[in-house]
């Protein structure tokens, strides 16, 4: 594949812009079961869907991210560990030569689990906890949330398990806790990992009540420019730039080019915070697998085609933040080759106040919440037992409410 050059020297950010022949960072969610309720979980996760890809599926998917040369998959959900078979697909990947990233709440991070975690060379963990306090991270993530992830980093760190990952999605509320995320890291040798909040999954019911001000997102952009690459971002901030200097990694988004998702029943998104079906590129399940859904879906060459840049394209900063993140726009009803949402420059708030009421948002899709009474709504509070067996068919055995 060549790519445009300027002076005789490629520039990356044009050969990823036309896609690579495998994704560099391939999100799978293996399950939507969770036993958390977190207000702003980007895949609307907590039942199980019946159609989940088999243990010989997930190996045979496996076999292909092997010929692919994927270098390492980031495993999600749900909580990916209530499945019974994880443990195992996560040695069959290690084992064929696939690196795993995976996120968890660190409900089922036992002292034997931290032990096995850290004598694996191809396996990093990321530990979700969106509050440097208790009362920050619960009224996100549920009643009892933080002191499960703290504890179960504190026995990764026991355990010898060094670089694991901290990972905070950065809301209003916690934005100020920065520096005590830092410090938390450095204590446990973990290192910190920051995310954008995307008005995806439930995220889309909180995003307005939850996502930086304009003020907070300037002191967020000179304060990662202050730590550099030591915290990381997954280029999620590149719509930040417009600031000024560009922030560490490719700022651009990567979808269809250098990422996508595989979600539990093997349905291929272009990116993982776009689940709905006008961004399903195919499945898995049918002829060809996933190597043919990333090669020759018609949605994957449309968003590798040149960007003409939109309303973005007469902006001065546009080859800073390249018209930020899709998943934002569409999901807060602007049009894609519009604005960002949280632009800098306030475009963004503009395109919202004039949006059409005849046409709403879309709405993420599917919803995998478990169904409650409105009066019931509130996240879960759980309290961390023994895990059972029948974990397996239920993510909610072995857990108690909390009193």
């Known amino acids: 594949m060549s790519a445009p050059s300027v002076g005789g020297a490629t520039r990356l950010v044009d050969l990823f812009e036309a896609g690579l022949d495998a994704p560099i960072c391939l999100t799978w969610e293996l399950t939507y079961a969770c036993n958390l309720a977190c207000v702003h979980c980007l895949s609307s996760s907590g039942r199980r869907d019946p159609r989940e890809l088999t243990t010989a599926e997930c190996q045979a998917l496996i076999d292909e991210f092997e010929r692919m040369q994927i270098f390492y998959v980031n495993i999600g959900g749900g909580e990916p560990t209530v499945r019974s078979d994880f443990f195992d697909l996560v040695s069959y990947a290690t084992e064929h030569h696939v690196g795993v990233k995976f996120s ?21 963990v990321q530990v979700s906890l969106d509050g440097a306090t208790p009362e920050v991270n ?67 019911d909180v995003w307005e009540e939850l996502h930086p001000l304009p003020h907070q997102q300037e002191r967020l ?26 922030l560490p990694g490719l700022n651009l988004c990567g979808a269809g080019r250098v990422v996508c998702l595989v979600d539990p029943i093997g349905d291929v998104y ?23 859904v990333w090669r020759d879906a018609p949605l994957f060459a449309e968003l590798r085609a040149p960007s003409t840049g939109g309303a973005c394209r007469s902006c001065g900063h546009f080859d800073a933040c390249r018209g930020g993140c899709m998943a934002a726009k569409f999901f807060t009803g602007l049009p894609l080759d519009g604005p960002d949402p949280e632009c800098v420059l306030g475009h963004g708030l503009d395109a919202l106040e004039h949006r059409s009421a005849d046409q709403p948002a879309p709405r993420p899709m599917p919803d995998h919440s478990r169904r409650l009474r409105r009066a019931d709504s509130a996240p879960v509070p759980v309290v961390l037992g023994r895990p059972a067996r029948s974990c397996d068919e239920h993510p909610l055995t072995g857990f108690a409410p909390a009193p």
């Open 104 to 124: 968890t709440n660190g409900s089922r991070l036992t002292t034997a689990v931290a032990e096995r975690l850290a004598a694996s060379d191809y396996v990093d």
């Open 138 to 204: 619960d009224a996100i993530r549920g009643t009892g949330s933080y002191a499960m992830a703290v504890g179960a980093m504190e026995r990764l760190a026991e355990a010898g398990m060094e670089g694991f990952k901290l990972s905070v999605v950065v809301t209003r509320h916690n934005i100020d806790q920065l520096d005590a995320y830092v410090a938390m890291a450095d204590h446990l040798g973990a290192q910190l990992r920051l995310t954008r909040l995307r008005p995806s999954g439930r995220g889309a």
């Open 221 to 246: 952009y000179h304060w990662l420019l202050d730590h550099g690459e030591s915290v990381l971002t997954g280029d999620s901030f590149f719509h930040l730039a417009a600031f000024g200097d560009p």
């Open 270 to 292: 272009a990116c993982p915070f776009a689940i709905h079906e006008q961004f399903r590129a195919g499945n898995v399940r049918r002829p060809g697998g996933f190597a043919a």
